[in-house]
């Protein structure tokens, strides 16, 4: 009786330690779910792999620039409501090289004013979401919406001489989106 009574203990604390593994590995699995979930679709793809695997998972381009050494920047822009454009660059055998979302300030603080023109911006961005002249500057700003730090609704504004030629660039709150902004 003496021997029962003393592996009582020792089987609730194999049960307790049970019930605790797998609380933890509940846990893990639960974990891993959710950052597996937050992957964004543009990290789902590898260098090397074939031009169809990113097709076959994002439908159809929307927009289809051509790069040097005869490969081509494949676009997915969410543009005009949304603020993300999935961009993927092809090599000329048809493999991917990169995928990546542009549409962020390190992507746009790439353009180099005085060098870019337009047609930089047009490949490296898509087609903007707006384009307005202002004939008293003589320039032509075209603006693409994006979120700043994950929270901040922006247009980012790339402006161009006559010439075509990149000569500022400029962050401002989106008027849509910016609840401060909407009454004007």
């Known amino acids: ?3 029962r009574l003393a592996h009582v203990p020792d089987a609730a604390a194999r049960t307790a330690r049970a019930s605790l593994t797998l609380r933890r590995a509940t846990l893990t699995c639960v974990t891993a779910l959710m950052l597996t979930a ?7 793809f590898q260098a090397g792999q074939d031009q169809s695997a990113i097709i076959a998972r994002m439908g159809q381009p929307r927009e289809v620039y051509d790069l040097p ?3 081509r920047r494949l676009m997915w822009p969410t543009q005009p409501m949304g603020s993300t454009t999935v961009a993927a660059d092809i090599d000329a055998s048809g493999k991917i090289v990169n995928v ?3 549409l962020q300030l390190s992507e746009f603080n790439r353009a180099e004013i005085g060098k870019w023109t337009r ?5 490296n961005f898509g087609r903007p979401v707006q384009t307005q002249f202002f004939r008293l500057s003589q320039r032509e700003v075209w603006s693409y919406r994006y979120t ?9 504004n790339f402006a161009f001489d006559t010439n075509g030629v990149l000569r500022e660039t400029q962050r401002t ?3 849509l989106r910016d609840r401060d902004l909407r009454r004007f």
């Open 1 to 3: 009786m003496i021997n």
């Open 38 to 44: 937050c992957v964004q679709p543009w990290q789902q």
């Open 69 to 71: 050494g005869g490969g």
């Open 100 to 102: 990546r979302q542009v």
């Open 119 to 123: 047609n930089d911006v047009l490949i």
């Open 148 to 156: 700043e730090n994950n929270i901040n609704p922006m247009l980012f």
């Open 173 to 175: 709150p989106d008027p």
